[in-house]
């Protein structure tokens, strides 16, 4: 199974999906200290940057997307400001990404304030969001 990975951090989702039997092709991380311990693990694999500048064609073929989008917006020790906050509003390029390249497979890692960031309706517009696809 071939697997695109999106904010990849340092590569600890990659890591247990190749433990799997899977093949990460390429890691989309904007951070250059993440990238620079990704390119001492994963030398052979593509890596992307900012994910707003990414086009699902970049991602290529790939069965399985997977990431944890950025989370402090929604964490109960952030500001909870949801998916509006300037971090957590990232979830739509995973969104739009998921939607341009359509795996068959997605995996999204996030934190437990997502459950009840703005009273649960976050999570109702990803769920909503991921059904629409």
């Not at 999106?6 to 890691?27: K, N, T």
């Not at 909870?80 to 359509?102: P, Q």
Request: one cysteine or more; proline letters at 4%; hydrophobic letters at 40%.
């Amino acid at each position: 199974m071939r697997v695109a990975s999106l904010f990849s951090g340092i590569g600890g989702m990659d890591l247990a999906l190749e433990q799997a039997g899977m093949q990460v092709v390429v890691q989309v991380e904007n951070n250059p200290v993440c990238n620079r311990v990704l390119a001492r693990h994963w030398p052979n694999v593509r890596r992307l940057g900012d994910v707003r500048k990414v086009s699902g064609s970049e991602l290529g073929a790939v069965d399985l997307v997977c990431g944890g989008f950025p989370c402090q917006d929604l964490s109960t020790a952030g500001r909870r400001t949801g998916l509006a906050g300037t971090r957590s509003v990232l979830w739509w390029e995973f969104h739009r990404l998921l939607s341009e390249c359509r795996p068959r497979w997605c995996i999204i890692e996030n934190v437990p304030g997502l459950l009840s960031s703005n009273y649960g309706r976050d999570m109702g517009t990803i769920l909503w969001a991921l059904g629409d696809l």
